[in-house]
């Protein structure tokens, strides 16, 4: 408990996803400003995507509750699922950063499109600049591919345009170009 000491929040509930596995998460609450709050409801034209952690703690999770599992990736993944964001909140204040979301769960193109189709606005995601867990992208080249990714792939279906000669390792949220509602 002594991660909600650092962060400086109360437990008040657990995780209220259904699903088969028993899942660990923690609900919590605190105090955020309103102004700043509605201030990062969606981005403005220009903006840069800054991720602060790399992407496939989905896929490297499924590894292991499968039985393949990518010891570095793993360790790597586990280590930042456990940590606190607040450097990347601190940074993200001092830059005057105009959006925010967690990507877990939801997949970073699907998180994306929601905040996106409000404004009509479009992304361009550049695929070799995206982060990856080490593991994460073999186990989607090798098949190994979570229900939620296909969930997260119907969802940005309409959306997601890739361009031609990008490789696509088991799904488009992985490398992808020109995306978003006005593509």
């Known amino acids: 408990m002594e991660i909600f000491k650092q962060a400086g929040v109360a437990l008040v509930g657990g995780h209220s996803v259904k699903d088969d596995e028993i899942k660990l998460g923690f609900a919590i609450t605190g105090v955020i400003n309103p102004a700043v709050a509605a201030a990062l409801e969606k981005p403005n034209a220009g903006d840069a995507l800054i991720l602060t952690k790399p992407l496939g703690t989905g896929v490297l999770s499924f590894c292991r509750q499968i039985g393949r599992d990518y010891p570095a990736g793993m360790t790597a993944a586990e280590i930042s699922m456990a ?86 390792p088991g799904g488009p949220w992985i490398r992808c170009a020109n995306f978003g509602a006005d593509y």
């Not at 606190?84 to 998180?111: P, V, Y």
């Open 83 to 168: 940590a606190l964001n607040r450097a990347a909140a601190e940074a993200m204040k001092e830059a005057g950063a105009s959006a925010c979301t967690d990507i877990t769960g939801f997949g970073l193109f699907a998180h994306l499109l929601r905040m996106l189709r409000p404004g009509k606005l479009g992304a361009e995601i550049f695929a070799d600049a995206l982060p990856a867990f080490d593991g994460a992208l073999d186990a989607l080249r090798k098949g190994v591919i979570p229900g939620a990714i296909e969930r997260n792939r119907e969802y940005v279906a309409d959306a997601l345009h890739i361009a031609s000669g990008v490789e696509e």
